[in-house]
């Protein structure tokens, strides 16, 4: 049975930080990406990083947010992550920023062979 979690994060200087680790036995359809700009113009970035092949893939970047301006990855597509993998984020600069992602986690299913 799947379960929907969100992880959140403000962030107020440039450090790179990681917002969600797959859990192990898990798969993670990343469904939605709520990014809001809370004091002033900020380029924000989102990463994932895909741990079977330690690869960090650029996702969203290059969007200026004002103060009060959000951008919204809404699900129309989907990232499908493994155990391991990692949804990041970085500002720019010194604003606030709050991120948030959201998944759908997927226990792996046991497989039993009887001889």
Excluded: H
């Amino acid at each position: 049975m799947s379960r929907k979690v969100s992880a959140v994060a403000t962030r107020t200087n440039a450090t790179k930080v990681t917002i969600l680790t797959v859990p192990t036995k898990n798969t993670a359809f990343w469904k939605m990406m709520y990014i809001i700009s809370l004091t002033g113009v900020e380029t924000p970035k989102v990463y994932w990083y895909d741990k079977s092949s330690n690869t960090e893939y650029f996702i969203v970047g290059g969007k200026n947010l004002g103060a009060g301006d959000y951008t919204l990855l809404d699900g129309n597509t989907e990232v499908v992550l493994q155990e391991g993998d990692e949804i990041r984020v970085q500002n720019t600069g010194t604003n606030t920023v709050t991120y948030i992602a959201t998944v759908e986690l997927m226990p792996e299913q046991t497989v039993q062979f009887q001889n």
